[in-house]
């Protein structure tokens, strides 16, 4: 295994995070803007009054994308464990 196989698996398991969590994360904080408006337009300073949406839309969120999820990390985790024998070489 050279320095590159190494840093391309690493960059590869870098992007499959990102785009594995980007949308809850994305959903999540598009939910906290809006309370946020929400509460600087009614001045109602509750600081819970946030994490139930937040809560709901992350779950919902990997309800909808929980496969697409699944398939992304099971994707890299096989492409990474076929290609153990390359590596060791």
């Known amino acids: 295994m050279t320095y590159?196989?190494?840093?391309?698996?690493?960059?590869?398991?870098?992007?499959?995070?990102?785009?594995a969590a980007a949308p809850v994360l994305i959903l999540?904080?598009?939910?906290g803007l809006v309370i946020s408006l929400f509460q600087a337009v009614t001045q109602i300073q509750e600081p819970t009054?946030?994490?139930i949406p937040k809560?709901?839309?992350?779950?919902?969120?990997?309800?909808?994308?929980?496969?697409?999820?699944?398939?992304?990390?099971t994707d890299f985790g096989s492409r990474v464990f076929s290609n153990i024998p390359n590596f060791v070489k």
Do not use: N, Q, W
């Open 28 to 31: 999540s904080m598009v939910v």
């Open 55 to 73: 809560i709901v839309v992350s779950a919902l969120a990997l309800l909808f994308f929980g496969p697409f999820i699944l398939a992304m990390l």
């Open 49 to 51: 009054l946030a994490f």
């Open 4 to 19: 590159g196989d190494a840093i391309a698996i690493g960059r590869e398991a870098v992007f499959v995070a990102l785009v």
